[in-house]
């Protein structure tokens, strides 16, 4: 009963969210079939005219562009120079993949419209997505040889249904003809991240992704959602070099603000 609670008071505020940003003609839903919305040429959040990709130059104006990060993992940072900095976190303690790029910012209207595909299953948006990320794989990814999703417990994905980094793994499947690998594996039921810092986290994933058989690549590129400490990718990442990888890079749609 507090758990039903609990999540209508998060919807409410989500969709309150929403009706804010259709101030500025952001996030408008179409009446109908919400399958319909996946339409080419048609704006995935605000449904005007898209032009030749899924996001309008409109909406691609107000999203939050991660411009300005960090040349290893892709952390937004304030520099004034932005070629080739690294984070303080970075300078430290580098993550164990070689790099990882995200092309916006986990801020609204990007986590609505994360939350909505993984919670909602407005799998819809998806596509919109993809595209972003495939220009990023394209520029920034040339010798990787396999996508591999985060894989979530099968006791999640069974709840959920499916696995949204996968998802976002086949349309570029389909664009760039790499493999996805399915190799990999999330064995351990972890808790939730949210609310932990980096060392409960560090410790929450410890031994938490296994790969069965002989890798069947050499270098991976981990596909995910949303990279929030990037202590996950960090942990698949050594779980990949372990099986035989020589390298191994990470992609995600956002990266979450502030958290390193
Ligand atoms: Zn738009
Ligand atoms: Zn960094």
Redesign the pocket.
Known sequence: MLLQAKRTIKEADFEVRFEQAQGV??LKHLPGDPRCRNIRGI??????P?GPGR??????RILPWNDIFCECCGQAINAVQPHGVVCIACESRRPRFEIARAPLIYDFPVDAVIKAIKFKRQLWYVPAFAELLLRTLKTEFAGVDALVPVPLHRWRQMARGFNQATELCRPLQQATGLPILTQAARIRATSAQPGLNAAERKKNLKDAFAVSGELKCRHPLIVDDVMTTGETCSQLAMTLLKAGAESVSVLTVARALGHL
């Open positions: 003609k952001l704006c995935v959040l605000c449904d005007q898209a996001i309008c130059r409109q909406c691609r």
